[in-house]
């Protein structure tokens, strides 16, 4: 009897958080994905999608990894994760539109892979070549993706301890660790040597040299992001905050140092230019405002427990979905405008309430979402459909249970 009421308390708490997929999975622009090493799983976070709690949706993606370190997503839409457990690189498709649940289609594991953790695309989209940084030598590597051949990148340049990076087309950005207590003794221990340091360092992937960005305010780096002005974004987990370092001069600010941050790890950027980190100890991922430190968003609890590394789908692009569809508030009225396009791609309530909230993510991530929208927009339907062929325009408020009210529906640009 006990066994059946713990089974059954389980099983309630896995339907409140979400199931693995059990068909194809579909990445929308501004989505997360998360590699979580307690869960051992990659994770999607649909900001825009919510449940009747005010949640947004998680999914496992696929489950079944060792110790996952990093996550991106190549030009063919598949994931790509770094699993430093496994000392291996996976490709994982998530066999979006099919009846079948997301699978490994590719593993990469040659020998020189030992213990990757940072992990990035580079290249052009009929020639991408994979970036991992490998924690047993200290080194950065290069996987070539039609063959899986892997070899190191700048021989001369090594890390105490290479943690996350970020690739340009003539650089790699680098977040080292460093040779700090608990971790692995310098692997060039003599006094005041830099590489003994936590540090954020530039390589010239071309000439292969090395310039080393030392913050003094930085404990232990780990996650790196390059933002939209060219100068650069650092996470720091012993230090529990997130600094920018400026890419001419070196000086470095701290621009957000939150009680909530107990161990962060990797950072992304959406298209808005906010900031996406993981936080390994805190079980949770927060949307940081770079301007003023703030935390906008806090994605925790479901499937979350260990997040290592995180990506956003489609960043690096502007906001708006390729349709053109936006949304906007005007004097406490929530206006949404979708096109033609997207109102016939998402012509059910179901559908179209998930687009609106995800509108209102992309465009002001800090507005409350409106909750329930799957119930509230059925006896509108009829009349919003009737704008198919030109566009719609719906406007209304939230109601104290954030809840929309909508006051007016008509065609785009009424």
Known sequence: MRRSIAFLILAVALLGAGLPARAGVTLQQGDILVADAVAKAVILI??????KSGNARQTVVYQGLNNPRSIAVDNQGNILVADEGANAVYVIDPMTGKQDPPKIVRTYNASLLQQPYGLALSGTVTAPVIYVTLGSNGRIATIDPSSGVAQTVCQSVYFQAPRALAV????????????VPGNQPPRNPQPGDVENRSRLVKVDLAACTQINFLCSQLQTATGVAINSDGNYYLSDSAGQQLLQVNSTNGACTVISKQP???G????????????VMADYVAGAVFVVDPQ???ILRTF????????????VVGAGGPPP???GSSFQVVNGTYVWKITAADLQANNTAYLLAALMNRLVYQYNPQQ?????????LPPSMEQILTYTPTGVQIQGTLDSASKLVISSIGPLGS
């Open 264 to 275: 962060p790890r990797e950072i992304a950027l959406q298209s808005d230019g906010k900031v």
């Open 321 to 323: 979905p390729p349709s």
């Open 46 to 51: 649909e900001p825009g999608v919510t449940d």
């Open 260 to 262: 909530q941050y107990q």
């Open 300 to 311: 925790s609890g479901g499937w979350l427990r260990g997040p290592n590394g995180v990506f």
């Open 168 to 179: 340009t087309a003539a650089d790699a950005l680098v977040a080292d660790y460093g040779a």
């Open 368 to 376: 409350q979402q409106a909750k329930d929208l799957v119930d509230t």
């Open 292 to 294: 003023g430190g703030a």
